[in-house]
């Protein structure tokens, strides 16, 4: 199956912002329900971060989360976008996102059938 392409990562300070794309050449993200971000910190278990409900204006984000990240879509794009403002060390990892026919439980990982190789996302104090 076609694989998403995650980009926008790199180091940047506490307070700092990045936008995350996740980008799906040969596929249409309109085939998903749900397209989700992940991260996984070292020595930690990879945990969501965010959902974009495709059809739906619903997005969903864990509490460490709200507030500071934003997910959106870009139809004409094919890609969407994970915004991360005032981003703090405990932020570090590598971010990935995933595409999933299913329209919940969207913190599995199990939901999602397509995957990025991820980019990586360090925050420095």
């Known amino acids: 199956q076609a694989q998403l392409v995650e980009s926008g990562g790199g180091s940047v300070q506490a307070g700092g912002s990045l936008r995350l794309s996740c980008a799906a050449p040969g596929y249409t993200f309109i085939s998903s329900c749900m397209v989700g971000w992940f991260r996984q910190a070292p020595g930690k278990e990879r945990e969501g971060v965010a959902v974009k409900y495709i059809h739906f204006s619903d997005t969903y984000y864990a509490d460490s989360a709200k507030g500071r990240f934003t997910v959106s879509q870009d139809n004409g794009k094919n890609t969407v976008f994970l915004q991360m403002n005032n981003l703090q060390p405990e932020d570090t990892g590598m971010y990935y996102c995933?595409?999933?026919?299913?329209?919940?439980?969207?913190?599995?990982?199990?939901?999602?059938?397509?995957w990025g190789q991820g980019t990586q996302v360090t925050v420095s104090s």
């Open positions: 995933a595409a999933g026919p299913r329209c919940d439980m969207w913190r599995k990982g199990d939901s999602y059938n397509r």
